[in-house]
T-cell receptor
C-alpha cells in the first residue's frame, strides 16, 4: 500500500522556538491533512490542504501542499507548552478504489520544555 | 460538536478470548473507521464502513472483523485475541470520504492481550 515518511520522529525544543516537520510519499496525493493528538485523546484535525502549492495558516501553524503533490510540511511558530503531543500527516488519493482512505505518517512526537 | 465515544479506555484480555470494541457517534455520519496506533507506525486502517451493514477491509484486516447494524454504532471484533493485537485502537467517523470531510476520532481504547 501507499506509505508516508514523516520526519523527524521526535523533537525536544524550548518554549518559544519554531518547529518544522514534513511528510514525503512515493505516491501522489490529492489532499494533505495534519492532525494533532494530545496525550490521552484522539487526533484532531489542524489543517487541510487541497491544492498543490497551497499554503494555509491556522494561528501559529502553517502548512504547505508540495508542488509535486508528494510532500507536505507543517511549521509551528513560537512554540508553547500546550503544543506538546503527536503530530500526524495524512494523505488522501481520491482515485481508484480507495474510497477516501487516508494514509497516515508515523507521527512526530513534540516535547516543549518551559 | 461531534462526539465519538469508545466504550472502554482500557481493556485487558487473555490470549484466545473474543474481544468486542464498541464505538458510537452522535452526528449521523455515514462513514466510520477503525484504526490501530502503534509507536513508530502511525495509524493503520483496519476496517471501515460507508453505510449500515457495509464494510470494507483496510490495510491490516487480518485477525479482525467488524459489525455495523446501526448507523451510529461500529464494532470491532477480535475473534481470538493474540498478543500481537496489543495496541491502541481508535474509532473515527466522518460525514463524507476521509479527506473531503474531517475524521472525528474517539479517545481510544488501549487493549492489552496477555
Amino acid at each position: 500500500g501507499q506509505q508516508l515518511n514523516q520526519s523527524p520522529q521526535s523533537m525536544f525544543i524550548q518554549e518559544g522556538e519554531d518547529v518544522s516537520m514534513n511528510c514525503t510519499s512515493s505516491s501522489i496525493f490529492n489532499t494533505w491533512l495534519w492532525y494533532k493528538q494530545d496525550p490521552g485523546e484522539g487526533p484532531v484535525l489542524l489543517i487541510a490542504l487541497y491544492k498543490a502549492g497551497e499554503l494555509t495558516s491556522n494561528g501559529r501553524l502553517t502548512a504547505q501542499f508540495g508542488i509535486t503533490r508528494k510532500d507536505s510540511f507543517l511549521n509551528i511558530s513560537a512554540s508553547i507548552p500546550s503544543d506538546v503531543g503527536i503530530y500526524f500527516c495524512a494523505g488522501l488519493n481520491a482515485g481508484g478504489t480507495s474510497y477516501g482512505k487516508l494514509t497516515f505518517g508515523q507521527g512526530t512526537i513534540l516535547t516543549v520544555h518551559p | 460538536d461531534v462526539k465519538v465515544t469508545q466504550s472502554s479506555r482500557y481493556l485487558v484480555k487473555r490470549t484466545g478470548e473474543k474481544v468486542f470494541l464498541e464505538c458510537v457517534q452522535d452526528m449521523d455520519h455515514e462513514n466510520m473507521f477503525w484504526y490501530r496506533q502503534d509507536p513508530g507506525l502511525g495509524l493503520r486502517l483496519i476496517y471501515f464502513s460507508y453505510d449500515v451493514k457495509m464494510k470494507e477491509k483496510g490495510d491490516i484486516p487480518e485477525g479482525y472483523s467488524v459489525s455495523r447494524e446501526k448507523k451510529e454504532r461500529f464494532s470491532l471484533i477480535l475473534e481470538s485475541a493474540s498478543t500481537n493485537q496489543t495496541s491502541m485502537y481508535l474509532c473515527a467517523s466522518s460525514l463524507g470520504p476521509g479527506g473531503s470531510s474531517p475524521l472525528h476520532f474517539g479517545n481510544g481504547t488501549r487493549l492489552t492481550v496477555t
